[in-house]
């Protein structure tokens, strides 16, 4: 561990912060046997914020793993908060900023009613975030109920303005930014546009900058991950939730002119998944702050699970005896990976009575062919009472061999379970399938772009004409395009269709959504001549290609039976479905007629020439 130096720091001028995130309480609270494991690692982390005796405990985000947490999550969270964080001793931090700026009310630990020793404060994630009516979150209700402090909390997203939560003990002036969770694509747009703005002090030189925000911070794809190049520069710690493997090493530092800001990246307190980033060493850490200094220490908790993750690849495995059947083998070979894995997991005792027996243990394996496959429930039997996951210790993927890419892979299917796992969102899915798709499937007339614009627009936004009006937008303009020119064979229309679709695709992305929109809104009307009757315009042919003899008299023909009386039609329901339906049926009868007339015209042509 890192002790400050007490001759040079001041106990009256040092502010110790105990650092945490992602405690997800409520993860698999109705398993019987890891249902407690997110209480029991939130107990230790507030245990250690007594232990070291700091100003203030500060969270990350998704303290709850539900956005509605259950009555018994709630309970069991609020019973740890009482129990740790209130008392009588006083807390030595003073608060400048607005209070109902920053928490929309009066901070717990000022609160007459209230006795706070450790006090809280916390942003909101992904998991925890405000959702229903009124945007009321879990922490809302912490908040209220006095238990939690907190801040950042957002209600126009489509500009985000964050103020500082003004901290100062002795000489040690602390600003806190608070930035919760929003969808990362939209934070990536508005960091693009400009439209994030921090409140910067007129002394900033004096005073030390920290922002906490939960979102991603690996790439996971363009606008799908917040790059640290776009954070401001002014900041000096960036204490970054959500991923959930934990980066803390111990180091002491003091921000100098030029120099970028330094990242803490605490990970979770519980393992939600079992992939190899969660079966980390899993820590929360101390940040002590000295005026411009600070020390960051990692505390390794004691109480987590212990998890072990081994990746198997059996085409570089000797499987033993070649005469056994091979799948018998493969499940041979994994019980005694399965045995070395079992003795780290003892390894990995800290010794606490309150950390979990069984292990979680997991063994990704990349199998060659469906020989080496079995049945993996009934593997995962054998270990009932020795692991803390028996129905899922195995995951079995096909090993993939790397060779040349031939025309005939190029038409194969493609593989939509494996873009779905490697997809971090929908938007992500549909750019990767239509993208993996060989040429001749490639989609001719939608912009892939517009496609997940519209369906980033019905999720978001909840706007169920989005597609409609996609649609409509590319149709209009593809039939004015085709009307507008000199095609005539089908090679020509479809190079018609090609040149208009890479046109569509080079457009700006904003722009591309105003032409879309344009197209939609656009109708096909004609002015009437002084001499055409109403019911002749209304069912005038359009205008290119099969406006012949024959068709002027159809055109007649339609008139006439138009003016003859006819009876009352029933009243239909006009739905949006329909009338799209009705619009499309409309406009592909016009198009057979538009080819009919031209087939007759092209035979005519050729029996007077003969």
Same mark, same amino acid.
């Given at each position: 561990?890192?002790?400050?130096?007490?001759?040079?720091?001041?106990?009256?001028?040092?502010?110790?912060?105990?650092?945490?995130?992602?405690?997800?309480?409520?993860?698999?609270?109705?398993?019987?046997?890891?249902?407690?494991?997110?209480?029991?690692?939130?107990?230790?982390?507030?245990?250690?914020?007594?232990?070291?005796?700091?100003?203030?405990?500060?969270?990350? +985000?998704?303290?709850?793993?539900?956005?509605?947490? !259950?009555?018994?999550?709630?309970?069991?969270?609020?019973?740890?908060?009482?129990?740790?964080?209130?008392?009588?001793?006083?807390?030595?931090?003073?608060?400048?900023?607005?209070?109902?700026?920053?928490?929309?009310?009066?901070?717990?630990?000022?609160?007459?009613?209230?006795?706070?020793?450790?006090?809280?404060?916390?942003?909101?994630?992904?998991?925890?975030?405000?959702?229903?009516?009124?945007?009321? !979150?879990?922490?809302?209700?912490?908040?209220?109920?006095?238990?939690?402090?907190?801040?950042?909390?957002?209600?126009?997203?489509?500009?985000?303005?964050?103020?500082?939560?003004?901290?100062?003990?002795?000489?040690?002036?602390?600003?806190?930014?608070?930035?919760?969770?929003?969808?990362?694509?939209?934070? !990536?747009?508005?960091?693009?546009?400009?439209?994030?703005?921090?409140?910067?002090?007129?002394?900033?030189?004096?005073?030390?900058?920290?922002?906490?925000?939960?979102?991603?911070?690996?790439?996971?794809?363009? +606008?799908?991950?917040?790059?640290?190049?776009?954070?401001?520069?002014?900041?000096?710690?960036?204490?970054? +939730?959500?991923?959930?493997?934990?980066?803390?090493?111990?180091?002491?530092?003091?921000?100098?002119?030029?120099?970028?800001?330094?990242?803490?990246?605490?990970?979770?307190?519980?393992?939600?998944?079992?992939?190899?980033? #969660?079966?980390?060493?899993?820590?929360?850490?101390?940040?002590?702050?000295?005026?411009?200094?600070?020390?960051?220490?990692?505390?390794?908790?004691?109480?987590?699970?212990?998890?072990?993750?081994?990746?198997?690849?059996?085409?570089?495995?000797?499987?033993?005896?070649?005469?056994?059947?091979?799948?018998?083998?493969?499940?041979?070979?994994?019980?005694?990976?399965?045995?070395?894995?079992? #003795?780290?997991?003892?390894?990995?005792?800290?010794?606490?009575?309150?950390?979990?027996?069984?292990?979680?243990?997991?063994?990704?394996?990349?199998?060659?062919?469906?020989?080496?496959?079995?049945?993996?429930?009934?593997?995962?039997?054998?270990?009932?009472?020795?692991?803390?996951?028996?129905?899922?210790?195995?995951?079995?993927?096909?090993?993939?061999?790397?060779?040349? %890419?031939?025309?005939?892979? #190029?038409?194969?299917?493609?593989?939509?379970?494996?873009?779905?796992?490697?997809?971090?969102?929908?938007?992500?899915?549909?750019?990767?399938?239509?993208?993996?798709?060989?040429?001749?499937?490639?989609?001719?007339?939608?912009?892939?772009?517009?496609?997940?614009?519209?369906?980033?627009?019905?999720?978001?936004?909840?706007?169920?004409?989005?597609?409609?009006?996609?649609?409509?937008?590319?149709?209009?303009?593809?039939?004015?395009?085709?009307?507008?020119?000199?095609?005539?064979?089908?090679?020509?229309?479809?190079?018609?269709?090609?040149?208009?679709?890479?046109?569509?695709?080079?457009?700006?992305?904003?722009?591309?959504?105003?032409?879309?929109?344009?197209?939609?809104?656009?109708?096909?009307?004609?002015?009437?001549?002084?001499?055409?009757?109403?019911?002749?315009?209304?069912?005038?042919?359009?205008?290119?290609?099969?406006?012949?003899?024959?068709?002027?008299?159809? +055109?007649?023909?339609?008139?006439?039976?138009?003016?003859?009386?006819?009876?009352?039609?029933?009243?239909?329901?006009?739905?949006?479905?329909?009338?799209?339906?009705?619009?499309?049926?409309?406009?592909?009868?016009?198009?057979?007629?538009? %080819?009919?007339?031209?087939?007759?015209?092209?035979?005519?042509?050729?029996?007077?020439?003969?």
């Amino acid at each position: 561990m890192v002790h400050n130096d007490e001759e040079s720091w001041s106990p009256e001028n040092t502010v110790r912060i105990l650092i945490a995130s992602d405690i997800h309480l409520g993860y698999l609270e109705n398993d019987s046997v890891r249902g407690e494991d997110s209480f029991v690692a939130f107990e230790e982390v507030l245990s250690l914020a007594v232990q070291y005796d700091v100003d203030l405990v500060l969270l990350g +985000g998704d303290l709850f793993d539900h956005a509605k947490p !259950s009555p018994s999550c709630m309970f069991k969270c609020t019973q740890s908060i009482r129990k740790y964080c209130f008392g009588d001793k006083p807390v030595s931090v003073e608060l400048l900023s607005d209070q109902l700026q920053n928490f929309s009310r009066v901070v717990n630990y000022e609160d007459p009613n209230l006795n706070i020793s450790y006090p809280i404060l916390s942003i909101h994630g992904n998991h925890d975030d405000p959702v229903g009516q009124g945007s009321i !979150s879990s922490l809302d209700i912490l908040s209220i109920t006095g238990l939690v402090n907190y801040f950042g909390k957002w209600s126009d997203y489509t500009h985000v303005h964050v103020s500082p939560v003004l901290l100062r003990k002795g000489e040690t002036k602390l600003s806190l930014y608070g930035l919760s969770h929003l969808k990362d694509q939209r934070l !990536s747009r508005l960091f693009l546009e400009k439209k994030v703005e921090m409140d910067t002090l007129e002394d900033s030189n004096d005073w030390f900058n920290i922002l906490v925000l939960h979102q991603n911070r690996a790439d996971r794809g363009y +606008g799908n991950y917040i790059p640290e190049s776009v954070l401001p520069t002014f900041l000096d710690l960036v204490i970054w +939730g959500h991923e959930h493997d934990s980066q803390v090493f111990a180091f002491r530092d003091v921000k100098r002119d030029n120099e970028s800001f330094c990242v803490v990246q605490p990970g979770s307190t519980v393992a939600t998944s079992l992939a190899a980033g #969660e079966a980390l060493p899993k820590h929360c850490v101390l940040l002590q702050l000295h005026k411009k200094e600070y020390i960051v220490t990692p505390l390794p908790l004691k109480t987590i699970r212990p998890f072990i993750f081994k990746t198997v690849v059996l085409s570089e495995e000797n499987l033993g005896d070649k005469k056994i059947k091979e799948c018998d083998r493969v499940q041979e070979f994994l019980k005694l990976k399965m045995e070395e894995a079992l #003795e780290e997991a003892n390894k990995m005792r800290s010794g606490n009575p309150n950390q979990p027996a069984l292990p979680l243990i997991r063994l990704s394996v990349f199998y060659e062919h469906e020989n080496q496959d079995f049945n993996r429930i009934r593997f995962g039997q054998c270990y009932n009472g020795i692991v803390a996951n028996p129905n899922d210790i195995l995951i079995m993927k096909r090993e993939k061999k790397i060779t040349k %890419r031939t025309e005939k892979m #190029e038409e194969e299917e493609v593989d939509i379970g494996r873009a779905a796992m490697e997809a971090s969102d929908v938007e992500s899915l549909l750019r990767s399938y239509f993208g993996a798709l060989p040429p001749d499937r490639r989609l001719a007339v939608l912009s892939v772009r517009t496609v997940t614009e519209a369906v980033r627009d019905f999720v978001l936004k909840r706007d169920d004409g989005v597609f409609r009006r996609v649609l409509e937008g590319h149709r209009r303009r593809f039939v004015d395009a085709l009307l507008d020119s000199t095609a005539e064979t089908d090679d020509e229309v479809r190079e018609r269709l090609k040149s208009c679709k890479v046109d569509l695709d080079a457009t700006d992305e904003s722009k591309l959504r105003v032409l879309i929109e344009k197209a939609a809104a656009k109708r096909h009307v004609e002015p009437l001549a002084d001499d055409e009757p109403p019911g002749e315009a209304a069912e005038r042919p359009m205008r290119g290609r099969g406006r012949g003899r024959g068709a002027r008299a159809r +055109g007649r023909s339609r008139a006439a039976a138009l003016t003859a009386p006819q009876p009352m039609p029933e009243p239909e329901r006009r739905t949006p479905r329909r009338l799209a339906a009705r619009k499309s049926t409309e406009w592909l009868h016009n198009l057979a007629a538009e %080819r009919t007339a031209r087939r007759r015209r092209d035979s005519s042509d050729i029996e007077l020439s003969d």
